[in-house]
């Protein structure tokens, strides 16, 4: 059932299936818990049950409670745009909509952990004035900063200073991108004791955290911002291709097919991309959608770069072919 609902996620979503879809999910019960796993946070309670309802409830107080233990703790989310928020709010100062503040907490909301030098900061942010200039300039960026944050002389200090650095204090300030190193680290690093379960799991989470391309601000040096978003993006492919061999290890293909996608949308002519997506869509029974992958992605690559696959993808093809005429012939 979760592999159909990769393939039919839109129609699912509509209020005409919502409630032979719940029905369905409760006569499954624990057998549909990793069709529960696929649906998006914000439409999951209008598939459960009442009681099941209420046990997401339990989970989400339990969550939040440890989220904001300190009331102070502010949250800035920088994929899929800009955002800044504390206790669940957002914050909505009018200094936030100064280009250069968001630009400023953007910056080091990267740097999480580290300070960031002075010069830096004003050679990024003020690239054609000189020194002294771009000096002051981050002096008020940095105050109108710190008021944006709503911060004060006796609350949480969310920008620190030290010596010739500035930096977002890690006590009262996480990220997005702080939260997806953590993920993608458990992810890629294959500690022992985590199992395949908890990989996809993990990718999940990733993905879900994932909303889009890394937030670039206007009006500054785009350099640090653009290398960033690259990195971001390769990091996140990395970690579906992870997610999508476990998963299909695991004969998880309803997990395999919602990777792929998450894959494909950031980065569609990764070719060990397009080679788990074949893999995906074989064991799915979609040979349709593996002839239609490989000949689009020729297309591609004829009409770009003037060059053929990659050996691997092309015998990947030639095999998944040649394996459904030998289950034809013996039809």
Same mark, same amino acid.
């Given at each position: 059932m979760s592999a159909w609902f990769s393939l039919n996620k839109t129609a699912m979503f509509e209020d005409s299936f919502r409630l032979p879809a719940r029905i369905a999910m409760l006569s499954l019960g624990d057998r549909a818990d990793a069709l529960r796993r696929l649906l998006p946070k914000e439409k999951l309670r209008s598939y459960l049950g009442p009681r099941e309802v209420c046990q997401l409830r339990i989970v989400d107080a339990a969550h939040n409670e440890a989220m904001h233990t300190d009331d102070g703790v502010a949250y800035i989310t920088l994929f899929g745009g800009f955002r800044a928020e504390r206790n669940g709010?957002?914050?909505?100062?009018? &200094?936030?909509?100064?280009?250069?503040?968001?630009?400023? %907490?953007? &910056?080091? %909301?990267? +740097?999480?952990? +580290?300070?960031?030098?002075?010069? !830096?900061?004003? !050679? !990024?942010?003020?690239?054609?004035?000189?020194?002294?200039?771009?000096?002051?300039?981050?002096?008020? %960026?940095? +105050? +109108?900063? &710190?008021g944006a944050m709503g911060q004060t002389a006796t609350g949480p200090q969310y920008v620190i200073t030290q010596s010739e650095g500035i930096a977002f204090n890690s006590e009262y300030v996480m990220t997005d991108a702080l939260q997806f190193e953590r993920y993608a680290r458990e992810i890629l690093l294959k500690h022992a004791g985590i199992s395949g379960h908890q990989v996809v799991e993990m990718c999940l989470k990733l993905e879900e955290l994932y909303k889009g391309e890394l937030f670039v601000p206007q009006n500054v040096d785009p350099t640090f911002f653009l290398h960033m978003r690259s990195q971001y993006q390769n990091r996140f492919v990395n970690c579906m291709i992870r997610g999508i061999d476990t998963a299909l290890d695991n004969d998880d293909l309803g997990a395999a097919s919602w990777l792929v996608e998450a894959g494909l949308k950031v980065c569609p002519r990764r070719e060990d991309l397009v080679r788990r997506a074949m893999r995906t869509y074989e064991m799915s029974g979609r040979r349709n959608d593996v002839v239609n992958m490989y000949q689009s992605h020729l297309h591609f690559l004829d009409s770009t770069i003037k060059n053929a696959p990659e050996p691997e993808t092309q015998r990947t093809y030639e095999q998944i072919i040649e394996r459904a005429k030998t289950v034809e012939m013996l039809a």
């Amino acid at each position: 059932m979760s592999a159909w609902f990769s393939l039919n996620k839109t129609a699912m979503f509509e209020d005409s299936f919502r409630l032979p879809a719940r029905i369905a999910m409760l006569s499954l019960g624990d057998r549909a818990d990793a069709l529960r796993r696929l649906l998006p946070k914000e439409k999951l309670r209008s598939y459960l049950g009442p009681r099941e309802v209420c046990q997401l409830r339990i989970v989400d107080a339990a969550h939040n409670e440890a989220m904001h233990t300190d009331d102070g703790v502010a949250y800035i989310t920088l994929f899929g745009g800009f955002r800044a928020e504390r206790n669940g709010h957002t914050l909505t100062d009018a &200094r936030w909509k100064r280009k250069k503040c968001t630009a400023l %907490a953007a &910056r080091l %909301a990267l +740097s999480m952990g +580290s300070f960031v030098g002075r010069k !830096e900061l004003t !050679e !990024e942010m003020w690239p054609k004035i000189d020194y002294k200039h771009g000096r002051e300039n981050l002096y008020v %960026a940095t +105050s +109108s900063l &710190r008021g944006a944050m709503g911060q004060t002389a006796t609350g949480p200090q969310y920008v620190i200073t030290q010596s010739e650095g500035i930096a977002f204090n890690s006590e009262y300030v996480m990220t997005d991108a702080l939260q997806f190193e953590r993920y993608a680290r458990e992810i890629l690093l294959k500690h022992a004791g985590i199992s395949g379960h908890q990989v996809v799991e993990m990718c999940l989470k990733l993905e879900e955290l994932y909303k889009g391309e890394l937030f670039v601000p206007q009006n500054v040096d785009p350099t640090f911002f653009l290398h960033m978003r690259s990195q971001y993006q390769n990091r996140f492919v990395n970690c579906m291709i992870r997610g999508i061999d476990t998963a299909l290890d695991n004969d998880d293909l309803g997990a395999a097919s919602w990777l792929v996608e998450a894959g494909l949308k950031v980065c569609p002519r990764r070719e060990d991309l397009v080679r788990r997506a074949m893999r995906t869509y074989e064991m799915s029974g979609r040979r349709n959608d593996v002839v239609n992958m490989y000949q689009s992605h020729l297309h591609f690559l004829d009409s770009t770069i003037k060059n053929a696959p990659e050996p691997e993808t092309q015998r990947t093809y030639e095999q998944i072919i040649e394996r459904a005429k030998t289950v034809e012939m013996l039809a």
